[in-house]
């Protein structure tokens, strides 16, 4: 099992910044992918980020150039700083950490920060 524990959600106005962190225990695998989504409601959760542990990333094309997603492999945590927020950023936000053994996939999600983008 992996647990995640995320913090860093929060109200901020819109053009402001917030920064999600996400920090992984448990049953770590060397290699995984770390990533975020986000829910907002009457809406399907969609991937936001995702960062691979050889630090490859992917991003939804609404956040390019705002959002960045990092990691600290010595410390299981994924980052996501959130620049220039707008109010269609409101969701809550999971974190998501993936990881294969002899060719299974195994998938954890955290309980979720809230991020409130006010106009």
Do not use: H
């Amino acid at each position: 099992q992996v647990q995640l524990v995320e913090s860093g959600g929060g109200l901020v106005q819109a053009g402001g910044s917030l920064r999600l962190s996400c920090a992984a225990s448990g049953s770590i695998s060397t290699l995984n992918t770390m990533g975020w989504y986000r829910q907002a409601p009457g809406k399907q959760r969609e991937l936001v980020a995702a960062i691979t542990s050889g630090a490859s990333t992917n991003y939804a094309d609404s956040v390019k150039g705002r959002f960045t997603i990092s990691r600290d492999n010595a410390k299981n945590t994924v980052y996501l700083q959130m620049n220039s927020l707008k109010p269609e950023d409101t969701a809550v936000y999971y974190c998501n950490y993936r990881k294969q053994i002899f060719g299974t996939t195994y998938e954890y999600w955290g309980q979720g920060t809230q991020v409130t983008v006010s106009s």
